[in-house]
């Protein structure tokens, strides 16, 4: 993943990525100062690490079956619980500042595509405890270790499909009046992510946050992500490098923002 391009992406990044003080826009420099630089320990976070921490060191085998970018080489696979959570789960700071997104967001519901072990689920359902999360998920056997996870943390209505996202997230979208927030980390090709957004539109509003992730991954993700910002429906995006933020509200000027985490 780190190769050449990848870096210089980054490099360009963080020579054009602001902080909060180059943010003209008050909902921007909010969002950046409260939610985005909010540093400060969470005892939350101490009880999903935990939960991480015991991944980390479990040595169960287990088959993984990927739907994703790599399924062109990978099919089924044996993988170890341990090897899963070193290389597929987003690192505590940004985890993190999804938990913080949803605190701030107070959605009523939550789509999270790709929940491999359950990490970034649980955080995201700790953040609005009484929002609906529909968490979806390729893989079985990963699946059936999120489950576990999510027993083990008491998150009780985190509910759990398992099938490919092709099927399963217009399945959910109709369920729900309208999306509020969702966030996409998987299986990270260009016309899957168009595809993702293109399906959620119709269920946008003022208030709904799309998060994608990986957005510099490959030549086709940084396309997918600039048709993403140039639609005309979204008004703010911000660009964090790792993720990408997509607002829809109809108060803000039409404007894309790279701030620096
Ligand atoms: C990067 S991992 C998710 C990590 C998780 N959100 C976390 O950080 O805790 C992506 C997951 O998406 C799943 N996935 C990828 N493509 C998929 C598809 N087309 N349908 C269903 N699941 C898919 C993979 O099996 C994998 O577990």
């Not at 927030?181 to 899957?192: E, I, L, T």
Request: neutral net charge.
């Amino acid at each position: 993943m780190f190769n050449l391009r990848f870096v210089k992406d980054y490099l360009l990044y963080r020579f054009k990525a602001k902080t909060r003080h180059g943010t003209h826009s008050p909902f921007v420099y909010r969002l950046v100062d409260k939610v985005i630089y909010d540093f400060s320990a969470k005892k939350v976070y101490n009880e999903v690490e935990n939960i991480r921490a015991a991944l980390l060191k479990d040595d169960r085998v287990i088959t993984v079956t990927d739907l994703g970018a790599g399924s062109r080489v990978n099919n089924d696979r044996q993988k170890k619980i341990s090897g899963i959570a070193t290389s597929a789960l987003k690192p505590p700071k940004l985890a993190q500042l999804l938990y913080r997104l949803v605190v701030d967001l107070q959605p009523n519901n939550i789509i999270e595509l790709g929940t491999c072990l359950g990490i970034t689920s649980l955080y995201l359902q700790k953040a609005a405890p009484n929002a609906k999360v529909y968490t979806l998920e390729g893989c079985p056997e990963t699946a059936d270790i999120a489950q576990e996870n999510f027993k083990k943390a008491g998150a009780t209505n985190i509910q759990l499909t398992t099938g490919n996202f092709d099927d399963t997230l217009p399945e959910i979208i109709d369920k729900v009046d309208k999306l509020d927030f969702v966030f996409v980390d998987g299986n990270h090709q260009k016309q899957a992510t168009l595809n993702y957004f293109e399906w959620c539109l119709p269920k946008v509003h003022e208030g709904t946050l799309l998060i994608f992730d990986d957005i510099y991954w490959s030549e086709g993700m940084k396309e997918a992500w600039a048709q993403i910002k140039a639609h005309p429906k979204v008004t703010v995006t911000i660009d964090l490098f790792w993720i990408g933020l997509v607002y829809f509200k109809t108060d803000q000027a039409k404007e894309d923002f790279i701030i620096k985490v």
